[in-house]
């Protein structure tokens, strides 16, 4: 039952931002961005957590999940340092995460070659 409940919590959030990309001028881009700044506010002010631990994989998979460990990380060092936690907590608790990004991007780069997109 929680490999249902994962999938269903994840698909509704990829099949929300497939909508925006098909009935809206929005870019990609902004798409993306909208949903980890999404992630920082709920995580902000606490609503990301709980649902995260209900919706598990299906909630921390997803940008949203990104902004969240972003809101999360800094709530944390703001209170472990003070101000200047504000600047590093976010790029302390993301760091393997975007470590990983990078390092299979790298990967898919050189095994693969990119297409131009057909307009």
């Known amino acids: 039952m929680i490999y249902l ?15 925006l990309v098909d009935k809206t001028n929005l870019t ?17 002010v606490g609503i990301y957590e709980p649902f995260a631990k209900w919706a598990k994989a299906g909630a921390t998979v997803p940008l949203t999940g990104f902004g969240n460990v972003l809101a999360r990380g800094v709530r944390e060092a703001v209170a ?24 299979f991007g790298l990967l898919a780069a050189i095994f693969f070659k990119s297409k131009d997109k057909a307009s």
């Not at 409940?5 to 497939?18: D, E, P, S, T």
């Not at 472990?80 to 390092?103: C, D, P, Q, R, Y």
């Open 5 to 19: 409940k994962v999938f269903a919590v994840g698909g509704f959030l990829c099949a929300v931002g497939q909508i």
């Open 28 to 44: 990609a881009g902004r798409i993306l961005t909208s949903y980890v700044v999404a992630g920082v506010l709920l995580g902000g």
């Open 80 to 103: 472990e340092k003070g101000l200047i936690g504000a600047f590093t907590g976010g790029f302390s608790a993301s760091a393997a995460g975007i470590a990983a990004a990078v390092f």
